[in-house]
């Protein structure tokens, strides 16, 4: 299991960071509101928490991002989310290397994607370069 998180964690942190990048580059994200891999608890049950990859405050409304990069769940993809709107945040789900093709789908982006009004969002190195470049 040790071995299974490193691995999972080297491939994501890219991405989560070149996410947080971005966030603290909005002009209508609250300076500081930006964190990256920290717990948030319940407001209503303390004892009740979520570990998001990014989090951040935009304009008054918390946001949550889930780099999904292995499968999982549907159950915890259905937990997970109604933790977040249980907290008044909204649940981004954040893929790599993302297809459309049916045929290629794994069942838990099925999950993630129908679950989610079929809106979802993808960071590959096209969405990247232009802060690469900075």
Known sequence: MQWFTFVERSCYTPSYRALAESLRADQNVEPDSVVEDARMQSWRDRAKWRKPDVRASR???TLVFEAQLSTTFVSTIAARRQFYLGEG?????????????????RFSERD?????????????????EPLDSN
């Open 112 to 128: 993630v994607f129908y679950n989610n009004n079929w809106n979802l969002f993808a960071i590959d190195a096209h969405s990247v």
């Open 59 to 61: 304009n008054g409304k």
């Open 89 to 105: 945040a909204l649940l981004f789900w954040i893929f790599r290397d993302f297809t459309l093709s049916e045929s290629e789908m």
